[in-house]
Every structure is written in structure tokens, then in C-alpha cells.
């Protein structure tokens, strides 16, 4: 079994060997939604590795007789255990799968030691409900073989965190039952990013995708400290019908120290449009996509990255359903469709629309 | 809004031109007696359809179809909240100025008009099969009006021994007031449908908007759009022709020279005689066309001038001979046509929101074939025969010593012509001579100069007092004057350095050169792969369409016939710029954006 599984359209349906992360990520990546490039150390890594480095000899001793109340003593034996796994020697042909997959990310990036988020990707995850949500480790700006080495087994370690150490303490599963597979996934540097929602969140037109854009990363649009770039996007023409390009003043960039910092935009970047109109339309493309998907309005973050790996196109941060307009109930006020006559009444009486795009 | 364009009794008369009122009807000018209400008014100019000062006889047309226009919406239909469009001719040009119903009347016409327009809804395929026989008899019956010169002597058979009691100088008389009659008559029957066309399509418009603040109205016209439409018949004849010389092995006759010698080498063999038949049958009536509105008795139609038409051909030809696919793609059409209904149909919450959708589309999609079809058999096809019979009669006349060409009868107008013919006729009749020929020929010579000068200068976009918001749907539909055409009008000068704005008529995007033209007599001007910038474009310019990059236009709303076509062959197209003709250069790189109705200056 492979040590390593691309997100890419290869992507197996259905693997077990992911971890839950891995796997919706992978889903969306058969589905064909553009995510930031990277790759998943599968669970036959760490069982590998385990299998070498003798972990289960190391840590059952280690768990003995342990009471979950004692919370003192549970929190020294799994920073104990914690270390040993960070320090555990990988199996030859892992390593080799995860150095390699590393450098060929680097390779389509264009990016030497290109910075990565690596990620715990546990499968007990979802049989857990929620429980363990957060609870796994994430490293981010990782760069460099080693490093991503070494975050690899970080993530294996933590399996052993206090919490899910109790939790299967408590369920009375075998200590060595988890499993764990590792996201890297390539840290996304945004020349442009924001939102998109599948309806005009103004007025709840479902005919429009509203795009919000901004320079830098999309932090200053979602919280809101710039008054973003926004557009409407047609979803069935997909013509570009309002725009508005706004005086924008700060931005979100990745410091030198891999931190990401806020910084001024000079003056004449600033008035300067974040998106060309292909870009809109694409970013647009990428929304309706996910809504048919999911078949509702979906409020989604993205990003322009020109070192994605794919040429600079959009990349899919996070889709989510939109709750607020999608709640409300919807009528159309319809009078009897066969009493025509009436409604081309009132269209006659009734002021034209104003026109929107001037 | 605090600005206001210029009073109509401040525009000045321009040099050359004094005297342009004695050329049009009193009614049609303003004046001190009506200044109060004249002054209060909004006025637009109508370049649509007038893009050129008027020749006086041309007025007469002018006149019945404002007053047709009117009338249908006033007394005949009972539009609820909008009367007729009143009109004036100021140096020449064309002023028009939508009347509003008193708010206390608008429910009672409501009713009436719920009745009167719902028969015709009801009815409407019955109707409009009805509408286009009694148009052809109507066209039939001007063809067959006797407007040839008078006899030396009577027939002694069909006109003394008949014992029909008149003569030919009665006959002429009668024919020219007839002729007046049926003009007027193929006005009524062009509105008998035009203004309930646009009521069921402006209602599909109002639900669409409605339920989509934000869908383009392109995409509503895309939808309702039809394929087989007899406005491109003309169009797709001359492709018919092309592929069928192409098949006969005829190409070498069409090598450029003038349709007379074309014709010539064709009668030379059974095949070229077999592919004049075939034209001949085109011919009638679909080339019956303007290459302008049809407004004008100046613009060139198609059968008259066959070297127009030839030349498309030949240019088709070699087309074909580059292997290019000329038919329009009328199933890729169709399927992006359904394509976008069923994407918006399903954007809709429930079945019976998506029922009344699909109300509204069926009607506008019933109703829309005449408010793409009268174009060609009233404006193109009807006045086509009207200005042949004027041009025969004008004949007569200038034989007769009243004018040297028989153009000059336009120069006229229409009671005048009247007079003349009476002259002409007692003359005739005593003998005696007429007054006519030591009036008429320093007279026409006088109004030509006129007319010319009138014409060398450019029309005021609007008049008087602008409304705060315009409503009136028709004005907004046909001329695509809306509140902000007006306030555009009213700041021109803004944005001055980078561009200029319009319609988004037909959508994409186009960069070329400039090619700035007044008239199709320029066509061969046009070099492949420009972009057309004119004051007008009208539907008989469709050949070209297939070589340009895209087209931009003085005037002109989403619904007019020049946008239509646009859509139909895939051309951007940016209309009602109202400036484009004289900022635009010949040879200048713009940018065309027919989506959104810009053009860019690149240099």
C-alpha cells in the first residue's frame, strides 16, 4: 500500500486509508473543486512506521493501570508518549514516498521548499461524532523535507493527546486502535482572495453570485477590515453585471518570518480592481459548481494563488451552506398563471424597473 | 434633476438653411401657439428610425405612423397608463414626446383594455395569419394603383365606350390619394399588433426582473427570441443563392463586376438562366429590403439596386469557397435558448411561481414573431412599393416639366404633391400650360439646398424639460430612452477621455479598428475583422455581419430591429451611444463590450 495518495483526480472514493479530513478533501478533489495541491500520508505510513519503530512494545507499558481521573498522571505519560512518537524512526519506504511527494509539490508549485499546512487526518474522527474535532494537531508555513518529517509525526503524536487518550480509556478501545493519516497540503499565498455566495445577499436574487474581493489574503474580507471589490456574476449567462472596485487600503501578506502580517496597499494598487473579469467569471464558475454539488446556496472562500500548481486559477478555501437567505421562505407572488391579463395590467401601470448598471 | 436641454425655440436654424418650416406640415412644427405646452414638454429625437434630416415628402410616413402609434394606444386599446407619443419636426429632424393618461382615468381604460387586448392574446395566431394576408393584399393593392401618365386620348374602349363616366386625369388623381390612403391603412394594421407585442413581452420582462433583480436583459430577450424569422429570410436567401451558384459551377460569373454584367453572362447558359430564376423567385419579396430603415425614399432596397445583393452573393461565395459555414447554427441556437429557460425555470422556488413563468414565456414567445416579422412587410417590403410608386409618379411629373429627376417629387410634401397633380391634370386636361413648371423647378432646387444643410448638421438628442423618471414601456423598449439615457444626454462631456457607453444590445467582446460609415454605400469600405461604428444599423446589413468584429451605433434601443439581428448572427453590439459617429475615427483601436454596453477607446 502506497504511503502517500494525491489529491488530485485520481483520488479513490471511498479509501480507508485517508483519515476523515483526507477523505472530504479528496471528495472534493474527484468532484473536481479546485483545493489548494497537496497530498495525504496515509495510514500505511504510520502503521509501517509503528511496526519499525516497535511503538506498541514502547507505549502499552507505558498506559498501564493509568486512571483517567488522575488527571496529573495522564497528562505526564502522554507528553512521555507524545515524545517517543515524535522521535520515531520511519520505515525506509514511507520516508522515501513522503520526500518525494514533497519534492513534486515543490516542483508544481514552482516554489523551492514550498510552505505547507500539515494536518491530522484521524479516522476515528467521524465515529466520534465531534469529539475529537480540533483536538488534532495542525502545523502550518512547514517547510523543507525535514520539517514535514517531522510535523508528520507530530500528527501521529497526537493520537496520544490527553483528551483522546481518556476517550478511549473511557470506551474501552485498545490504546494503539487509532489511526492516523497527515494532510500537506501547499499553505495557499494569495495574490487576491475573498467570498462568493451563489445568491445576492442584498436582495436574495438567485440568479446572481455576489463576489467580495480583496488583495492579499482573505482574512481582510472576511472580517471585514476593507471594503472589498464586489461584483455580480450572472450564474445562467455568467456575465459580469454590477461592478463596483473600491478604494482598498490594507491587506493581509506573508511576512519574511512565514507570519502573515497587515500592510499598506499604495495608493494606486488600491484603486486597482483585485480581480480581472476572466478571474471573476472563474471565481463565479467555481460557486455554481459547488452549489450544484451540494443543491443549495453556498457561501464559499477562495483565492487566487499565481504558485497553486495549476497556472494561478481559483482555489476553494471553504464551502459552506448559505444560511440566511436560504431559510427564509420563499413565494412568488403568482396570481392565477392562466389570468395573464391582470399581471400585464400591472406591468403596464407599474414603473419600469431602474436600470442597475450605469 | 436641475438641468434641462435647450427649448425648442432656442435651437438656431443653421446657416443655408432659412425657411426649413415651408417644407413639413404645420401641425408638425412648433410653434407660438402651442408654445406653453410645447415648452413644458420632454422631446427626444428619434434616430432610430430618422437618423437623417427629412425629405418633406418622407414626413408624410413620419406622421402616419406617430399618429397610428397613437391612436392604438389611446382609443383603440386603451393602454391603461399610457397615451400616444406626440411629434414634432425641428431643422428636419424628428422629436418625439410620450403622453401620460390622467392617473383618474387609468382604472376604467384598464378595463377596457383588459377586454380588447385579451381578444387578441386570445387569438393571437389566428390573428397574425389574418395580419399577413391582409398586408400582402394591401401591398398587392398599391402595386396595382395606375399611377402612369396621362393619354394624348382616351381608350375609346375601356374608358369612352366602357361607360365609365371618367377619365385618366381622375384616375391619376384618385390613384396618388389612394396611395395616401393605404400608406396610412398599412400604418394601422402595423399597430394593430406592435404595442400588445411589446405588453406581453415587457410583462415576461417585469416577472423575470421581479423574481431576479439582477438577470441581464439580454438573457430575457435570449429566451424569448425566435429562430425561423422572416427578418433574416432576406439574409438567408442570399446564402441560398451563393451555395446554389457554388453547385451549378457558376462562381467564375460572379467576379466582381456589376450585377448587369453578371446577369448577362448568366442568360448565357441553361444553368446561370436556371440560378436567375431561382433569384427572381427570391427576389419577390424578400429583397424588397432597405439597406435603411425604410424610412427614407434615399436608402437603397434591395431589388432596385441589384448590385447590392450581388455583391453579397459573391461575397458568400467566396465564403463558401474558404470553406466557411454560412447557415446560422439554428440548433446550437435553440438548445442554448432551452438550456438558459430551464437553468432559470429551476432557480424558481415552486410550481406555481414556475407555472406563471411559464405563462408569461409562452405568450411572449407567441407574440414575439410579429415584433420580429412586421419590420420586413411594413417598413422594408410595403414602403419599398410605396417609394417606386412615388418614384413612377415623380416621373410623370418631371416629363411633364415640373421638375427636372423624378427624386425631386419628395421634396414635396404630401398636399403638394396633391396640388401639383391637379395642375398637371387641368393642364393636361385643357390643354393649357401648367403653372407647376415655372414654380417647381427653382422651388426644388431652393428646398434641395435646404435639406442639405439641414442634414450637414447634427440633431439636439432632446429637448425641453427631462422627466424625473421615464416610465412610458414602449419608449423605453423601442427607442431605449431611459432616465439614465437622459441624464447620460446631460453630462456627455464626463467621461470624455476613455470611452463612451450604449445599450448592451448583443453580447461579447470585440477589439479592432474603427470603421466609421454613414451609409451601406460604403460597405465596401469595410475591411474583415472591423469593428462598424455607424449612426444606425439596420437589418438588410446582416451579409456584413458575418465579417466584422462588432458594431456600435448612435441610436437604437435593446428591441431595435439592428439589436435583434445582432443578437440572431452573435455580433457585440453596443447601441444608442449617441455619440459614436463623431468621436470615434476611422482607423482607431476600441474595445466593444456588447455584455455590458461599453466601448473603450484603446488609443
Not at chain 1, 436574495?204 to 461584483?231: C, K, L, N, Q
Not at chain 2, 436567401?237 to 460569373?253: Q, S, T
Request: glycine share 8%; charged share 25%.
Amino acid at each position: 500500500m502506497s504511503a502517500v495518495r494525491w489529491f488530485d483526480a485520481t483520488w479513490e472514493v471511498g479509501c480507508t486509508d485517508a483519515g476523515g479530513k483526507a477523505s472530504g478533501l479528496g471528495e472534493l478533489t474527484a468532484q473536481g473543486l479546485p483545493i489548494p495541491p497537496g497530498f495525504v500520508v496515509t495510514t500505511a505510513a504510520y502503521h509501517r512506521s509503528r511496526a519499525v519503530g516497535r511503538l506498541d512494545e514502547s507505549v502499552l507499558p507505558m498506559l498501564a493501570g493509568l486512571d483517567p481521573s488522575d488527571l496529573a498522571d495522564v497528562a505526564d505519560r502522554c507528553a512521555g508518549i507524545r515524545a517517543i512518537v515524535r522521535q520515531l524512526p520511519m520505515d525506509a519506504g514511507s520516508e522515501e514516498q513522503i520526500r518525494g511527494a514533497y519534492r513534486e509539490l515543490c516542483r508544481q508549485c514552482h516554489v523551492a521548499d514550498v510552505p505547507v499546512a500539515v494536518r491530522s487526518s484521524a479516522t476515528r474522527e467521524d465515529s466520534a461524532g465531534d469529539s475529537f474535532a480540533g483536538e488534532h494537531d495542525t502545523y502550518l508555513w512547514v517547510r523543507g523535507e525535514d520539517d514535514v518529517l517531522d510535523a508528520v509525526r507530530r500528527c501521529w503524536a497526537s493520537l496520544f493527546t490527553d483528551r483522546a487518550t481518556c476517550y478511549r480509556l473511557d470506551r474501552g478501545l485498545d490504546h494503539l486502535s487509532g489511526e492516523m493519516g497527515v494532510v500537506v497540503q501547499k499553505m495557499v499565498q494569495p495574490r487576491s482572495a475573498g467570498v462568493a455566495f451563489t445568491l445576492n445577499p442584498a436582495n436574495g436574487d438567485r440568479s446572481a453570485i455576489a463576489i467580495e474581493s480583496s488583495w492579499g489574503f482573505g482574512e481582510a474580507v472576511v472580517a471585514g477590515e476593507v471594503t472589498p471589490d464586489s461584483f455580480l456574476v450572472d450564474k445562467v449567462m455568467f456575465v459580469i453585471t454590477y461592478r463596483a472596485i473600491a478604494t482598498k487600503e490594507q491587506e493581509y501578506v506573508l511576512s519574511g518570518a512565514d507570519a502573515v502580517v497587515r500592510v499598506a496597499i499604495d495608493a494606486a494598487r488600491g484603486e486597482q480592481s483585485s480581480l480581472t473579469d476572466e478571474e471573476v467569471l472563474d471565481v463565479a464558475r467555481l460557486a455554481r459548481k459547488v452549489e450544484r454539488i451540494y443543491s443549495c446556496p453556498q457561501d464559499i472562500e477562495w483565492a487566487i494563488d499565481a504558485h497553486d500548481g495549476r497556472g494561478g486559477g481559483v482555489t476553494l478555501l471553504q464551502a459552506r451552506p448559505e444560511t440566511s437567505w436560504s431559510r427564509r421562505p420563499r413565494t412568488v407572488q403568482v396570481e392565477d398563471p392562466a389570468d395573464f391579463m391582470s399581471s400585464i395590467v400591472s406591468t403596464l401601470m407599474a414603473p419600469l424597473h431602474a436600470r442597475e448598471d450605469d | 434633476m436641475t438641468k434641462r436641454f435647450i427649448s425648442p425655440f432656442d435651437v438656431p436654424t443653421p446657416a443655408g438653411a432659412e425657411g426649413w418650416q415651408s417644407l413639413y406640415s404645420y401641425s408638425s412644427l412648433f410653434s407660438e401657439g402651442r408654445r406653453e405646452y410645447e415648452d413644458s414638454r420632454f422631446w427626444f429625437q428619434d434616430g432610430v428610425h430618422w437618423p437623417q434630416a427629412l425629405s418633406p415628402w418622407d414626413a408624410t410616413l413620419f406622421e402616419f405612423a406617430l399618429a397610428s402609434l397613437s391612436q392604438y394606444n389611446t382609443r383603440q386599446l386603451r393602454i391603461p397608463a399610457a397615451n400616444g407619443i406626440d411629434f414634432r419636426i425641428l431643422n428636419g429632424y424628428v422629436y418625439l414626446s410620450p403622453v401620460a393618461v390622467p392617473a383618474d382615468e387609468v382604472m376604467a381604460r384598464s378595463v377596457e383594455f383588459v377586454d380588447r387586448a385579451g381578444f387578441y392574446y386570445r387569438s393571437w395566431n389566428d390573428l397574425y395569419a389574418a395580419w399577413l394576408t391582409k398586408v400582402r393584399a394591401l401591398i398587392a393593392e398599391i402595386e396595382s394603383l395606375d399611377l402612369s401618365a396621362l393619354p394624348e386620348s382616351e381608350d375609346a374602349d375601356e374608358v369612352v365606350k366602357s361607360g365609365s363616366g371618367i377619365g385618366s386625369g381622375w384616375r391619376l388623381q384618385e390613384g396618388y390619394h389612394r396611395l395616401l390612403d393605404l400608406a396610412h391603412k398599412v400604418w394601422q394594421f402595423h399597430f394593430e399588433f406592435l404595442n400588445l407585442g411589446y405588453a406581453a413581452y415587457l410583462d415576461f420582462f417585469s416577472f423575470c426582473k421581479r423574481e431576479w433583480p439582477n438577470i441581464p436583459d439580454l438573457a430575457i430577450a435570449r429566451m424569448v427570441a425566435g429562430v425561423d424569422v422572416d427578418l433574416f429570410r432576406p439574409d438567408d436567401e442570399l446564402k441560398g443563392l451563393a451555395r446554389l451558384a457554388v453547385d451549378l459551377g457558376l462562381e467564375e460569373a460572379f467576379d466582381g463586376s456589376g450585377a448587369a454584367d453578371v446577369v448577362a453572362r448568366l442568360e448565357a447558359s441553361h444553368d446561370g438562366r436556371e440560378w436567375l430564376g431561382s433569384y427572381r423567385n427570391a427576389a419577390d419579396p424578400w429583397f424588397e429590403f432597405s439597406t435603411g430603415s425604410g424610412f427614407a425614399h434615399s436608402d437603397p432596397v434591395w431589388i432596385d439596386h441589384p448590385d447590392i445583393p450581388f455583391g453579397f452573393i459573391r461575397d458568400y461565395i467566396l465564403r463558401i469557397r474558404r470553406g466557411e459555414e454560412l447557415q446560422r447554427p439554428i440548433q446550437a441556437i435553440l438548445a442554448e435558448r432551452e438550456r438558459m429557460v430551464g437553468e432559470y425555470r429551476e432557480l424558481l422556488p415552486d410550481a406555481p411561481s414556475r407555472a406563471g413563468f411559464d405563462t408569461r414565456l409562452e405568450l411572449a414567445r407567441t407574440v414575439f414573431p410579429y415584433v420580429e416579422n412586421h419590420n420586413f412587410y411594413v417598413e422594408h417590403w410595403c414602403h419599398a412599393v410605396i417609394w417606386r410608386k412615388m418614384r413612377g409618379l415623380g416621373g410623370v411629373l418631371a416629363q411633364a416639366g415640373f421638375w427636372p429627376d423624378a427624386d425631386d417629387i419628395f421634396l414635396l410634401t404630401r398636399t403638394e404633391v396633391s396640388e401639383a397633380l391637379w395642375d398637371h391634370y387641368a393642364s393636361w386636361a385643357t390643354p393649357a400650360p401648367a403653372a407647376g413648371p415655372t414654380r417647381w423647378p427653382a422651388e426644388v432646387r431652393r428646398r434641395a439646398a435646404i435639406v442639405s444643410a439641414l442634414r450637414a448638421r447634427k440633431a439636439e438628442p432632446a429637448l425641453g424639460i427631462p422627466p424625473e423618471v421615464v416610465t412610458e414601456p414602449f419608449t423605453i423598449m423601442l427607442w431605449g430612452i431611459t432616465s439614465e439615457s437622459v441624464s447620460h444626454w446631460l453630462r456627455t462631456s464626463v467621461d470624455a477621455g476613455s470611452g463612451i457607453r450604449g445599450f448592451a444590445a448583443s453580447p461579447g467582446v470585440a477589439e479592432g479598428l474603427a470603421r466609421v460609415i454613414d451609409s451601406p454605400a460604403q460597405f465596401h469600405e469595410v475591411l474583415d475583422g472591423e469593428i462598424l461604428v455607424a449612426p444606425l444599423t439596420a437589418p438588410s446589413w446582416a451579409p456584413i455581419f458575418g465579417r466584422i468584429g462588432a458594431t456600435v451605433t448612435d441610436t437604437g434601443g435593446m428591441m431595435s430591429h439592428a439589436a435583434i439581428v445582432c443578437r440572431e448572427y452573435g455580433l457585440p453590439a453596443v447601441t444608442g451611444t449617441g455619440v459614436a459617429t463623431s468621436r470615434i475615427v476611422t482607423g482607431q483601436r476600441i474595445r466593444v463590450d456588447g455584455t455590458h454596453g461599453t466601448v473603450t477607446f484603446l488609443e
